[in-house]
């Protein structure tokens, strides 16, 4: 008899999005005179680059020829494209330490963070910041690791707590009793959905302490192309030590519009090892590496050649230009928002904006609207769509996420809505 598996029963539908998209179709509805702005999307709305589409057109008719007929090719990546990551991604910017090898082609940072699982031994504590991205969780949830669910919380994952006082970056844990220890640790930044950016002398405290206790890090810089600040981490490998003990998740989703034709990369540098419990030792690029070619047959030779187009000094301004694009809606929407004196996080080294309306700059249990209230008010008065920040975490009621990633248009035109918004 065939039984599914029960941790698929354990796991919600995902609340947060069904319910906005729930929530808009029946105002649509209601109210189809009225065009609702959507500032919640966390996709793109440029189209692929110039060279981009030019080297998928090119490749695309290398497919059809005979000389040029691509089957199945490295389960890892093809070299051409490792290479130029590892020069444009890494040496260029001083890590030299990176080489090809450590890299691993992926059809996107999602099903990297959620096949990671595979790897992880029994019965290890696994931290997860909060707010948070949803897959670092449901992932776990789903391969039996998370224990009974309860109230937004999971029995046995640790969360790190992100406090609007310490700018959303979660501090290192004091202890460091056995039994307490958090073996793997999932950090993001630039942060989705606080748009926090993380110094580096911040992450050289986590690098620290994983370095002390043998845990694994599993940096997720999917956002990375948006930091403007010098002193922000764009890279784990920035902290000298990452590289024994961080995975880092990279997307061209949000960098050069690949949302829909996916692909990225995940760096498993050789350095990494770890032991089994029975204290032999493991190669993490190894295991990964064997865990692709099992389980994964590589990314298409189409989608490959046009990332590596993206390695052109042509790509590199058109990366530039996009994220230049989507970081001055994010300011405009900052400078709009904190003119309503509403608190304001992010839009400085990432394209989201984590907003609260001020009462004091944070969440007052009967005084303040909850993220949900604050929702339905926005999208009433404003035709606003926002993502209600609760559905990131517990601790994040009455804080809302809007995007940079609409067109300049539909953000300027927000952006007077909000303006002309009642106060709240
Ligand atoms: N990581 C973070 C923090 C994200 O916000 C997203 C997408 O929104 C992803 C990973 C997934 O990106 P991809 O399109 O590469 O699967």
Redesign the pocket.
């Known amino acids: 008899m065939f039984y599914a598996n029960e941790n698929y029963a354990l796991l919600p539908e995902s609340y947060l999005f069904t319910e906005v998209a729930r929530r808009l179709k029946e105002y649509r509805v209601s109210h189809s005179d009225r065009e609702v702005i959507r500032m919640d999307i966390?996709d793109v709305s440029l189209p692929l680059p110039e060279v981009v589409v030019k080297a998928i057109c090119s490749a695309a008719r290398e497919m059809g020829s005979a000389g040029g007929f691509h089957g199945y090719g490295p389960e890892q990546g093809y070299l051409f494209l490792r290479e130029a990551i590892a020069r444009g991604d890494y040496h260029q910017r001083g890590l030299d330490h990176i080489g090809a090898d450590d890299i691993f082609i992926?059809?996107?940072?999602?099903?990297d963070?959620g096949n990671l699982t595979d790897i992880f031994g029994e019965g290890v504590r696994i931290a997860v910041a909060e707010p948070g991205?949803p897959?670092y969780v449901d992932a776990n949830v789903l391969d039996g690791r998370a224990g009974a669910g309860s109230g937004g919380r999971w029995e046995n994952l640790v969360y790190l707590n992100c406090r609007p006082e310490k700018g959303f970056i979660p501090e290192v844990p004091d202890s460091e009793e056995p039994g307490e220890v958090a073996d793997i640790i999932y950090l993001?930044y630039p942060?989705?959905p606080t748009g926090a950016s993380m110094r580096r002398e911040q992450l050289a405290g986590w690098v620290d302490y994983a370095l002390r206790n043998k845990s694994l890090i599993i940096f997720?810089s999917?956002?990375e192309a948006y930091v403007r600040h010098p002193e922000a981490v764009r890279s784990v490998y920035e902290v000298p030590g990452a590289e024994r003990v961080a995975i880092e998740?990279r997307?061209?989703?949000?960098t050069a519009g690949?949302?829909g034709v996916?692909?990225?990369y995940t760096v498993v540098p050789r350095t990494l090892s770890f032991t089994f419990r029975d204290g032999e030792s493991a190669s993490l690029n190894r295991m990964w590496g064997r865990r692709q070619s099992t389980k994964f047959n590589g990314v298409g030779y189409i989608v490959q050649r046009g990332a590596e187009a993206l390695y052109t000094p042509e790509g590199q301004q058109d990366i530039r230009r996009a994220t230049d694009y989507y970081m001055r809606n994010a300011a405009m929407l900052r400078e709009a928002l904190l003119k309503k004196g509403w608190r304001v996080v992010g839009g400085e080294d990432s394209p989201y904006i984590w907003t609260i309306p001020d009462i004091g700059g944070r969440y007052v249990e009967g005084r303040s609207l909850t993220s949900w209230q604050l929702f339905e008010r926005l999208l009433d008065e404003a035709q606003i769509s926002s993502t209600p920040g609760s559905g990131f975490g517990s601790g994040s009621e009455g804080w809302i996420r809007f995007t940079g990633f609409n067109t300049r248009e539909n953000t300027l035109a927000a952006i007077k809505r909000l303006a002309d918004l009642s106060e709240i």
Not at 106 to 111: L, P
């Open positions: 966390g992926s059809d996107g940072a999602k099903s963070l991205y897959v993001c942060n989705n997720d999917a956002y998740i997307s061209f989703s949000k690949f949302t996916r692909c990225g």
